[in-house]
């Protein structure tokens, strides 16, 4: 059975930057896409991009290009995702999931917290 | 970018009720459309794939339909387990894009 397993909350100040990981156990990493989802408090979810490890290529919605970078560690079966000049709408509990389209699995979700 | 529409944005029903929802696409997505189950504090839980493929171990009482712009979920009759949000999304393209939800309350 596929478990992904994130990393630990983060509390970060405006302006910095957060990198969430996001370990895979079960299946064969590098068959699927790993997506990033985020889920601000109280609203929907909204798909930061993905990557697949086959590939090795990275691809990002516009809205978050060029402050989102994700990557992924074959090595471990660990992917990650990095969000550089958070401000405080950055706020949310962010997911990994894998699946080539529709997401079959889910992590625990990372609280990522920007504040002063 | 694709836009997902779904309404209602809040239903509240009852345990037995029969319930859709629906999902509009802003342009044809063919059948590339799942549904995702989300309960307080938790991940999304896969429901349906390809707009009318149940998950397996998702309960019967789901089911999807639809293609093109248009999807439904319905939920045959309403467990007390089900009341929950719920999100559809589009997977076409390399891009992938969620409707808004639908929180589904007990009446």
């Known amino acids: 059975q596929v478990q992904l397993v994130q990393s630990g909350a983060e509390v970060k100040k405006p302006g910095s930057t957060v990198n969430v990981s996001c370990k895979a156990s079960?299946?064969?990493?590098?068959?699927?896409?790993i997506k990033w989802v985020r889920q601000a408090p109280g609203q929907g979810l909204e798909w930061m991009g993905d990557f697949i490890p086959f590939f090795g290529t990275a691809n990002y919605p516009q809205k978050f290009q060029g402050r989102v970078t994700i990557t992924a560690d074959e090595s471990t079966s660990t992917a990650y995702m990095e969000l550089s000049s958070l401000r405080s709408e950055d706020t949310a509990v962010y997911y990994c999931?894998?699946?080539?389209?529709?997401?079959?699995?889910w992590g625990q979700g990372t609280l990522v917290t920007v504040s002063s | 970018d694709i836009q997902m529409t779904q309404s209602p944005s809040t239903l509240s029903a009852s345990v037995g009720d029969r319930v859709t929802i629906t999902c509009r696409a802003s342009q044809s997505i063919s059948s590339w459309l799942a549904w995702y189950q989300q309960k307080p504090g938790k991940a999304p839980k896969l429901l349906i794939y390809k707009a009318s493929s149940l998950e397996s171990g998702v309960p019967s009482r789901f089911s999807g339909s639809g293609s093109g712009t248009e999807f439904t979920l319905t939920i045959s009759s309403l467990q007390p387990d089900d009341f929950a949000a719920y999100y559809c999304?589009?997977?076409?393209?390399?891009?992938?894009?969620f409707g808004q939800g639908t929180k589904l309350e007990i009446k």
């Open positions: 999304q589009q997977y076409t393209n390399y891009t992938y894009s």
């Open positions: 999931a894998r699946g080539g389209g529709a997401l079959e699995y």
């Open positions: 079960g299946g064969t990493f590098s068959s699927y896409a």
